[in-house]
């Protein structure tokens, strides 16, 4: 059994940054697809940012060139480094270790292993 716990959520005024980690309970880094989704009150949840274990990285359109996934292995912590907040990216945040392909994963599929989510609020 997989589990991870997400920290660093927060409020923070519009601009502003956080990264979130995501503490795993196993390695799993080399095998499994890693993934950060949100979920805005109202709304399906949705990828934000996805890596596999051979180096390929998505991100969604919404927070290409402010947001940055990564990872390290020897601390079993996955990262979400968020720049340039905007009100928009206010929603719970959560990890995901995936049983799925990373195209899967890209596609839509949700599967694996969640966290409990962290709140992220960006508001003046």
């Known amino acids: 059994q997989v589990q991870l716990v997400e920290s660093g959520g927060g409020l923070v005024q519009p601009g502003g940054s956080l990264r979130l980690s995501c503490s795993a309970s196993?390695?799993?880094?080399?095998?499994?697809?890693m993934a950060w989704y949100r979920q805005a009150p109202g709304k399906q949840r949705e990828l934000v940012a996805v890596?596999?274990?051979?180096?390929?990285?998505n991100y969604a359109d919404s927070v290409k060139g402010r947001f940055t996934i990564s990872r390290d292995s020897a601390k079993n912590t996955v990262y979400l480094q968020m720049n340039s907040l905007k009100p928009e990216d206010t929603a719970v945040y959560y990890c995901?270790?995936?049983?799925?392909?990373?195209?899967?994963?890209?596609?839509?599929?949700?599967?694996?292993?969640w966290g409990q989510g962290t709140q992220v609020t960006v508001s003046s």
């Open positions: 196993r390695i799993i880094f080399s095998t499994n697809v």
């Open positions: 890596f596999s274990g051979d180096g390929r990285i």
């Open positions: 995901n270790a995936a049983r799925s392909q990373f195209s899967d994963v890209v596609r839509g599929v949700l599967s694996g292993y």
